[in-house]
DNA sequence: GTCTATAGGCTGATAGAC
DNA sequence: GTCTATCAGCCTATAGAC
């Protein structure tokens, strides 16, 4: 019994030497670039070894996925506790940001990237508590606007999730066109964020 | 000269069948899976013949590009004529969605791709009647601002470049995520869309 | 468990015959 | 101008030796 304890550690250990080998490799030469051959110089093992603890690439790849959709999680969550759900409107859209700017390549990876992968991931329902951290995301964002609606200030009558899908969309719009052209929006973030999200909310209350 | 002259059609006449087999092929399997010999086998000539007339895979990308930009501004430039910037502006975003929607293989290529082609063309100044369509496009929005501001109903006193990026943003944020997450969006995109630009005007006249 | 070696495929691009 | 043939490289994945 001892013996194969001992052998499931080694096997998650070289499993997560494989998924941050992946993970550096897609951060610095984008996703298109990660094969099983770099990964296997980079671990130094023969690629054929890879097998042995993914059946194959796209399994790599969607654990990174799943892994991204966690660090964008980990990013938001400390949000939760604001109680005024306006500032914590602005708090997650500020860390949302932050986070894709900082990121790129894990963020172009799980929202940008081929559908196989990141759409199923993050359409994931949370089982396990390291699951569905793409829906808790999305979570929050709703949560935000049930609770604008409870203090009552809204004067707009759609519902809490419509209301999350377009402001996040408004991001992710954001976000993605700096990231696919820097440069062309001569605003910098920050501020296509504020005016955004002052025009929004603006619109929200008076609608 | 005459001879010549003949030569030079039939040298455009090809270079315009090249890039009709690789529209198509991009449109139908994606632009990642455009490649030189299956465009060689759409025309029926040898792959290396294609070298004859572009000087490689990256020159016909960028034609791709271009041309895709112009298709864009051909479906956005009718909404010019309409003389309220209120009206026009809910026209202009009408009318790039249901062009995202129909054309996805050319949305993405144009702006969810390889920086290293859209980042160029789009950027393109205007120079003789058939470049720079990105930049005309934008510019049909930009002047929709200024317009906006003449009537002097716009309470917000950022300028029209920074509304007009805030607006394509959030359209392409719409967008780009309808795209790439085929059904996690519940909403549909035209309620999206209105609740979306609803908002934008709200928040513009009150902010 | 890990290796080497390789099958079997794809790619862009080019050389040289016709 | 177009072809055939091919180079040189990449890829995923697997078979079989150790």
Redesign the interface.
């Known amino acids: 019994m001892g013996s194969s304890e001992r052998k499931e550690r080694q096997k998650a250990k070289l499993q997560q030497q494989i998924l941050d080998a992946a993970r550096e490799i897609t951060i610095r030469d984008g996703f298109a670039a990660l094969t099983m051959r770099k990964i296997a110089d980079a671990i130094e093992y023969a690629p054929g070894t890879i097998y042995l603890y993914f059946e194959n690439r796209d399994e790599i790849a969607i654990q990174l996925c799943r892994q991204g959709y966690q660090e964008l999680l980990d990013c938001l969550q400390p949000t939760a506790t604001i109680p005024d759900p306006y500032d914590r409107l602005r708090a997650i859209a500020s860390a949302y940001m932050d986070f894709g700017l900082a990121n790129t390549a894990t963020y172009r990876l799980i ?2 990237e081929d ?1 196989k992968f ?2 199923a991931v ?2 994931e329902v949370p089982i396990d508590s390291s699951d569905g951290a793409g829906m808790k995301s999305f979570q929050l964002l709703v949560t935000i606007f049930d609770d604008m609606k409870a203090k009552g200030r809204l004067s ?1 009558d ?1 519902d809490s ?3 999350a ?2 402001f ?7 976000l ?2 700096k990231l ?8 910098p973030s920050e ?2 964020l504020t ?2 999200t ?7 209350s ?2």
Chains 1, 2 share one sequence.
């Open positions: 929202f940008m559908p990141t759409n993050l359409s707009i759609a999730a419509r209301l899908e377009i996040w969309t408004s991001l992710h719009g954001i993605s066109l696919t052209f820097p440069g062309f929006l001569t605003t501020e296509l005016t955004m002052d025009t929004f909310l603006a619109g929200l008076q609608a």
